[in-house]
């Protein structure tokens, strides 16, 4: 049974840092492109960022802008998202999702996606 577990979400003011991790258990960690989405109610889920397999190549949302920082650990099968300087329109639930097959690209679109976990909130406060 595939689990994405995330955690490191909360309430931060505007300009602060967060920092999100997955864990990921059930399939090859490191086999497997990996990504990180965004929901607000009534909205789709939006990309954030993805990586590669090898983490070697990553992929941001345009929003993103430099700020946010995606990474891997395959040793302990875990996925990072560091998040700096946020804004209030940052806030949203997030969540790390993987690839369909093993050694796939980064997709940023949901449906490339077929592995989600439950979710974090992330809150900014203005």
């Known amino acids: 049974q595939v689990q994405l577990v995330e955690s490191g979400g909360g309430l931060v003011q505007a300009g602060d840092s967060l920092g999100l991790s997955c864990v990921v258990s059930?399939?090859?960690?490191?086999?497997?492109?990996m990504g990180w989405f965004r929901q607000v109610p009534g909205k789709e889920r939006e990309f954030v960022a993805g990586?590669?397999?090898?983490?070697?190549?990553?992929r941001y949302g345009e929003f993103v802008k430099g700020r946010f920082t995606i990474s891997r650990d395959n040793a302990k099968s875990t996925l990072y998202l560091q998040m700096n300087s946020l804004k209030p329109e940052d806030t949203a639930v997030y969540y790390c999702?993987?690839?369909?097959?093993?050694?796939?690209?980064?997709?940023?679109?949901?449906?490339?996606?077929?592995?989600w976990g439950q979710g974090t909130q992330v809150t900014i406060s203005s």
């Open positions: 990586i590669f397999w090898t983490g070697g190549i990553t």
């Open positions: 059930g399939l090859t960690f490191s086999s497997y492109a």
């Open positions: 999702a993987a690839g369909r097959n093993p050694y796939g690209g980064i997709s940023v679109l949901a449906t490339g996606y077929a592995y």
